[in-house]
């Protein structure tokens, strides 16, 4: 079966860093794209940052110049450096992967999240 379990999270100071983590088996991760998505209380679920299985990245321009996607094929594993956080990045991330067999043939997987609390 397929499982995405993200790791990293916790309570950080205002300007401070973490790394998000997410492993990934029962798939080929390097065909497929990742990204992470982040969804705040009373909030809907927004896009952070995405990257393909070629390794084009793409950020929410609330992230842009913080936040840095990459992901490591060999080890199944995505990750999410975050610097400089501020009190509007709180919430649960959750990372995911999609791949496309043809239209109408999708499929993407999430993981269970992470909570980060940016809070002084």
């Known amino acids: 079966q397929v499982q995405l379990v993200e790791s990293g999270g916790g309570l950080v100071q205002p300007g401070g860093s973490l790394r998000l983590s997410c492993s990934v088996s029962?798939?080929?991760?390097?065909?497929?794209?990742s990204g992470w998505y982040r969804q705040a209380p009373g909030k809907q679920r927004e896009m952070v940052a995405t990257i393909t299985s070629g390794s084009s990245t793409n950020y929410a321009d609330s992230v842009k110049g913080r936040f840095t996607i990459s992901r490591d094929n060999a080890r199944n594993t995505g990750y999410l450096q975050m610097n400089s956080l501020k009190p509007e990045d709180t919430a649960v991330y959750y990372c995911?992967?999609?791949?496309?067999?043809?239209?109408?043939?999708?499929?993407?997987?999430w993981g269970q999240g992470t909570q980060v609390t940016v809070s002084s």
């Open positions: 995911n992967a999609r791949f496309a067999f043809s239209i109408g043939d999708v499929y993407e997987y």
């Open positions: 029962g798939i080929t991760f390097s065909i497929y794209n």
